[in-house]
């Protein structure tokens, strides 16, 4: 089946490590993000790419780096200069249509990043 | 980003229609108007999309005003499952297709 996939679904680090987060999609989709979402708050763009190898920040870009060498991959890394990185991080894509990027957005089920 | 606004909750009894509204005041001419929901731990689900017609599909239907500053995200009978943060946002059309989320709205369906 088509879709987005996260992993891992949890994840435990200790302060000072860098942690990298996988998104891989064989929906053939364009364009791929990242949200961050804190408990009760709704999300925050960190990253977004609209095509391989170029990508552009988010609202929230401080302490993130991504890279996008494939379509269908788009890891995410959380960096120790990343001072409260305990959050649920969202990876989602979407398709191009007519040169346009005003679809659907299709969502990961998400991973769960615990610094301790 | 054009900005919406949600009431933070809203009640609703199982098998009753639900009217979610949203405003969105500062709405350009080629703002789309997308609707999103999200259970607990879950990634967000799409709901609908409408940039000036009323629309229609198998979860929901969308009501936009003549003059666009407004929506309402219309359920027809709500169930237990449809109890969830529902999230109305403006998408510009030129684009980058990046979404800003808001607070939205929490959905409790009583049965």
């Known amino acids: 089946d088509g879709g987005i996939t996260q992993s891992p679904k949890y994840l435990f680090r200790k302060e000072g490590q860098n942690v990298t987060l996988s998104c891989e999609q064989n929906?053939?989709?364009?364009?791929m993000y990242w949200y961050r979402q804190d408990p009760g708050q709704g999300l925050r763009l960190i990253y977004y790419?609209?095509?391989?190898?170029?990508?552009q920040k988010g609202d929230i870009a401080e302490g993130y780096s991504v890279s996008r060498e494939k379509k269908e991959s788009f890891p995410l890394t959380v960096t120790s200069a990343q001072k409260n990185p305990t959050a649920f991080y969202l990876c989602?894509?979407?398709?191009?249509?007519?040169?346009?990027?005003?679809?659907?957005?299709?969502f990961g089920e998400g991973s769960r990043l615990t610094v301790l | 980003d054009a900005k919406t606004t949600q009431p933070n909750s809203m009640e609703s009894n199982e098998e009753e229609p639900v009217h979610l509204p949203c405003n969105h005041s500062?709405?350009?001419?080629?703002?789309?108007i997308h609707w999103y929901r999200q259970l607990p731990s879950q990634g967000p689900e799409y709901v609908i999309h409408?940039?000036?017609s009323n629309v229609n599909n198998r979860m929901a239907s969308l009501a936009i005003a003549e003059d666009r500053k407004s929506s309402t995200l219309i359920l027809h009978r709500a169930t237990l499952r449809d109890a969830a943060v529902y999230y109305c946002?403006?998408?510009?059309?030129?684009?980058?297709?990046?979404?800003?989320f808001g607070q939205g709205t929490t959905l409790q369906v009583k049965p």
């Open positions: 989602a894509s979407s398709i191009k249509v007519g040169g346009r990027l005003d679809g659907e957005l299709f």
């Open positions: 929906l053939n989709h364009d364009a």
């Open positions: 790419s609209q095509i391989v190898n170029d990508f």
């Open positions: 500062t709405i350009s001419g080629t703002d789309y």
């Open positions: 409408g940039l000036t």
């Open positions: 946002i403006l998408r510009a059309a030129s684009n980058t297709g990046k979404l800003i």
